[in-house]
């Protein structure tokens, strides 16, 4: 059974970081894209920016709302995937879903992109 | 602030079809055949019910199906029931830079 179980949220100040970490199992963590999404209270989802496939380099993608402050990295060894968030802002407080991407992306393009398997998500509330 | 567009709410009676429409443009809707749909209950994980416009995962019912006709994609429920009672949001592959393109969300309400 193919299970992602985030942690690390909470109260944060702005300004402030915080990582969260994505612990995976029952499937083969290096075989797949990992992605972020985000969810404001009350609000709808949105893609926070994924990591490619080690064979294609880690390389990173991320939504313009979160370029810059946002670090998405993956550690195949232990099958997990992170979110490291620096310069928090108030507008960063939602539930944070890890989840598998379905798909193929090469290191410049995708082939289908679709979020196949989620986490129960993690809160992070920014606020002073 | 979301780049494809979705009615805020639709409704239908128990057995009755109900469409969900999102609508983008060429750069992302159009020009791939990369929608997917997901379902969420109420404080819960969202829930991939269609991938690639028109592909459903093992376990998700037949009565649901995805089509698209030019910018427009739609998610289809036919033969409602009370439990997709719940909120459908669309995304869409959007090409090499943007990535990934989102929908508002929609409330379905089984009357």
């Known amino acids: 059974e193919v299970q992602l179980v985030e942690s690390g949220g909470g109260l944060v100040q702005p300004g402030r970081s915080l990582r969260l970490s994505c612990i995976t199992s029952?499937?083969?963590?290096?075989?797949?894209?990992m992605s972020w999404l985000r969810q404001a209270p009350g609000k709808g989802l949105e893609w926070v920016g994924f990591?490619?496939?080690?064979?294609?380099?880690?390389?990173?993608e991320y939504a313009a709302s979160v370029k810059g402050r946002f670090t998405i990295l993956r550690d195949d060894s232990k099958s997990i995937a992170y979110l490291q968030m620096n310069s928090l802002k108030s507008e960063d407080t939602a539930v944070y879903y890890c989840t598998r991407v379905g798909g193929f992306c090469s290191s410049s393009s995708c082939y289908s992109l679709f979020f196949d398997s989620w986490g129960q998500g993690t809160r992070v509330t920014v606020s002073s | 602030q979301s780049a494809l567009t979705q009615p805020r709410s639709v409704s239908g009676s128990p057995g009755q079809s109900v469409t969900i429409s999102c609508t983008g443009s060429s750069s992302d809707v159009g020009g791939y055949n990369y929608v997917s749909w997901y379902q969420q209950h109420p404080d819960k994980a969202p829930k991939l019910m269609i991938y690639d416009v028109t592909k459903r995962p093992s376990g998700v019912p037949d009565r649901f199906s995805g089509s698209k006709s030019g910018n427009t994609a739609s998610l289809t429920i036919s033969g409602l029931q009370a439990e997709d009672e719940s909120d459908y949001y669309c995304?869409?592959?959007?090409?090499?830079?943007?990535?990934?393109?989102f929908g508002g969300g929609t409330k379905l309400t089984v009357l």
């Open positions: 029952g499937f083969t963590f290096g075989d797949y894209v």
């Open positions: 995304f869409s592959y959007a090409g090499s830079y943007t990535f990934v393109a």
């Open positions: 990591i490619r496939r080690e064979a294609y380099g880690g390389t990173t």
